[in-house]
């Protein structure tokens, strides 16, 4: 299981992935599919467009990894997660299938996905790639819509130590004559991405090049957009996620609906806007610049690499507040240098322990930002540091908590 061993649980093929799609009569084939990579925003993007295809009355299963609370979370149909019956009744039905080919434990979850889909007759999958794309399990679809939100360093023991080497795993969802969605432009990557859509006589668009995405106020746990597309035309909606960082994601979904509106799919922008303000409501997504407290303010974030980290930074230099508190944690396996590297020094460091195998200790994620004078304690769990810094902080604080997905799981 990747999300509890990391690299070790990797296998770098489609050879069992394909022979469950086999076993279950390609399942998949049964449905639309919209398939989501990138390095960040994907769980997002992935959520606001089932929102959005939802709100158009589609029924509409969404796949995404990895959970925070529950296993569950990762297999929904309009917003509902898969039952327990079903889960364990998918395992039971194939146990000796499942003893023979000895998947993967996500090689496993997307075939449970997929024929749960299928026999629920979904209109729609939205399915999020787990890691890279080119040799992910999901990428046994043939999807109406590829959508690549961005390329940043991640997992670079699996994927590669530059934009370039990446691009090419994210480039390998791209399927031949079907439309592709980019977010941001680069350099490095756009090279990849235009040679792949070209050779595979699939149309490309680059999402910032049609819809410039401007977020205003928050009010009521919702945030005032104001978008503005290449012909001038500017349009108000409000999103249910308050992240700063939604704003490339919000321009990646405006184009992937518009894509399906010129496939036919019955979308307006009355629909996009319903779906976009009513996401947390309509899908449950969580973790998402969620804020869980109001005084003293506390917000979660499962940002954890460096573009994520960044973004997150950039908005907590957002806020006004007295004190800034960041209990942090992060998974041994992630470039932990340069996300400490990252971070405000002026705040007051809680590092944890997240209970995962993944995670590294408290205390050497404290020594290692010394380096970058970061300074603070460190404590034994989540709930620990957290009850301190509540005991501790005056109401006007700011509390944050992130840099894994472990941690952030820990405190929702």
Known sequence: MFQRDGRSAYKANLDNSIELDNYFNNPHKNFKTIHVGGTNGKGSVSHIIASVLQEAGYKVGLYTSPHLKDFRERIKINGEMISEDDVVDFVNDNYEMIKNISPSFFELTVSM???????????????????????????????????????????????????????????????????VVIGKHNIESDEVFNNKAADLNSEIYYSQDFYLIEMMEISNNY??????????????????????????????????????????????????????????????????????????????????????????????????????????????DKEIDNVLSLLPKEAIYHFVNADSPRSISSNELRNRALKFDLHGESYPSVNSALNHVKNIADLKDLIFIGGSTFVVAEII
Request: proline share 2%; hydrophobic share 40%; aromatic share 6%.
């Open 223 to 332: 945030r005032r957009v104001i978008s503005k597309d290449k012909d001038g035309n500017v349009t108000e909606f409000f999103i249910s996620l308050l992240g700063l960082y939604q704003q490339n994601n919000l321009s990646l979904v405006l184009k992937v609906a518009d894509v399906l509106i010129e496939k036919g799919y019955s979308l307006n922008k009355d629909i996009i806007a319903k779906g976009v303000e009513n996401v947390v409501k309509n899908t449950n997504l969580l973790g998402r610049w969620q804020i869980i407290n109001e005084s003293p303010k506390i917000i979660v974030d499962t940002g954890h690499n460096e573009d994520a980290i960044l973004n997150i930074v950039n908005q907590i230099n957002e806020e006004s507040y007295k004190n800034l508190h960041i209990i942090f944690g992060m998974a041994d």
């Open 113 to 179: 996905a997929f024929s749960y889909f299928a026999q629920k007759e979904v209109d729609f999958a939205v399915v999020e790639v787990g890691l890279g794309g080119r040799l992910d399990s999901t990428n046994v679809v043939t999807p109406e819509i590829s959508v690549i939100t961005n390329v940043g360093i991640d997992h670079v023991s699996i994927l590669g130590d530059n934009i370039k080497t990446i691009a090419v795993e994210k480039a390998g969802i791209i399927k031949e004559n079907k439309p």
